[in-house]
């Protein structure tokens, strides 16, 4: 199975900060069609999780452009440009490659 | 507006089963290949089960740790998915979530506890 690491926050953070969320596979998401499989999703406090960023960098529907995601095949960062308070929550990235689908263990943010 | 709605989660004891709905609205359902995703009482998010649409022939693919316990099937007339969950452990317990197409949508999830 296809292992998600994500890294922490030094929260809490000050609003208005930017801040990047990391997010490692032990395997390559990159798929021969170009597109690299890797979601992010945002889950606030007592919600459902929400679909932020899927093929890495695409914003999903409704989402705000402080949000954007970058990486590489393994390596990944999700940038938060000026931290508000309705970000508070936490953060998790998930492949969608293969299956088993597979995500991280979340990274929280706080903020001050 | 998207609705996924989950019902049919409960208590239940070591052993038995229980089968949890999801009823959507909102958005073109026969097409959509859908998904159950879990989340555990310490937070971590895990994938059950997904089932395709017809034009794939409703595959089906599982958990390999679940597979031949639980069962995903569908309903588009209802636009319905299923998940019928039998021989249920404490380490089931969990809340349940199904999905849309990408994970683009998720219902507000329905909370499993197997105890005795």
């Known amino acids: 199975d296809i292992v998600m690491t994500q890294g922490a926050l030094p929260n809490p953070v000050p609003s208005g900060e930017s801040v990047s969320i990391t997010c490692r596979s032990s395997?390559?998401?990159?798929?021969?069609?170009?597109?690299?499989?890797l979601n992010w999703y945002l889950q606030r406090p007592g919600q459902s999780p929400q679909l932020l960023i899927y093929w890495m960098s695409t914003r999903a529907s409704g989402v705000s452009d402080r949000f954007s995601g970058s990486g590489s095949g393994t390596d990944f960062t999700l940038k938060i440009s000026g931290v508000e308070a309705e970000d508070v929550g936490v953060y998790y990235c998930?492949?969608?490659?293969?299956?088993?689908?597979?995500f991280g263990s979340g990274t929280k943010l706080e903020i001050k | 507006e998207v609705q996924l709605v989950e019902t049919g989660g409960g208590l239940v004891q070591p052993g038995n089963s229980l089968k949890l709905s999801c009823a959507t609205s909102?958005?073109?359902?026969?097409?959509?290949?859908m998904n159950w995703i879990r989340q555990t009482p310490g937070k971590r998010l895990e994938w059950l089960a997904q089932i395709e649409d017809k034009s794939n022939n409703y595959f089906i693919s599982y958990l390999e740790s679940v597979k031949g316990r639980f069962t995903i099937s569908r309903d588009d007339s209802k636009s319905s998915v299923y998940l019928q969950m039998n021989n249920l452990k404490e380490e089931d317990t969990a809340i349940y979530y199904c999905?849309?197409?990408?994970?683009?949508?998720w219902g507000q999830g329905t909370l499993v506890t197997v105890s005795s």
């Open positions: 395997k390559s998401l990159l798929y021969s069609d170009g597109k690299t499989y």
């Open positions: 999905t849309g197409p990408g994970g683009a949508y």
């Open positions: 909102g958005f073109t359902f026969s097409t959509a290949w």
């Open positions: 998930q492949q969608g490659l293969e299956f088993p689908l597979t």
